[in-house]
């Protein structure tokens, strides 16, 4: 095995596949909250958004999943929100300006790539792939092949159907 720097000891990088997947949110990209809802208790705690905010958008998410029973978009869950609480625009700007890069992972996937491997992240996500892909690249994440999101896909990780 080739000497690599401290966080990839013990990791055979010279006998990968050719391809390595990455999820995106809390993997290669972190959040500092506890929970991915936590981001709308925040908007509401910073008074970007109305008080009820964060239970209303938490409560919109699951109903428009119980809807359509598949993987949905931004705007599917804010067209169940009330006409005080459209709040999608700021929803990603606020996930863009929180997103920080996981320097473990993210260097991870820039040495399999310096290696000559491919590195890709798929994500069960809301958010449109635009966003998705302007959040990594706000992160400094530049070295991925390809990003597979759920909603634009119409499969997810969870159902194993976005991996062929």
Do not use: W
Request: charged share 25%; net charge negative.
């Amino acid at each position: 095995m080739t000497s690599v720097r401290a966080p990839f000891q013990g990791l055979d990088l010279d006998s990968l596949p050719e391809y390595v997947t990455f999820d995106i949110f809390d993997t290669l990209v972190l959040r500092p909250f506890l929970r991915p809802t936590d981001l709308f208790k925040h908007m509401e705690a910073t008074g970007m958004a109305p008080e009820g905010f964060a239970k209303a958008r938490v409560k919109a998410e699951a109903e428009a999943r119980r809807l359509h029973r598949r993987e949905i978009v931004l705007d599917e869950i804010y067209e169940l929100m009330g006409p005080d609480m459209q709040l999608a625009d700021l929803e990603v700007q606020q996930e863009i300006a929180v997103c920080r890069r996981n320097p473990e992972t993210a260097d991870l996937a820039s040495e399999i790539v310096r290696r000559g491997g491919k590195a890709v992240a798929v994500s069960d996500m809301y958010l449109p792939k635009s966003v998705v892909l302007s959040i990594l690249d706000s992160c400094g994440i530049d070295c991925l092949s390809e990003v597979f999101v759920s909603n634009d896909m119409g499969a997810s990780k969870f159902c194993g159907d976005i991996y062929p």
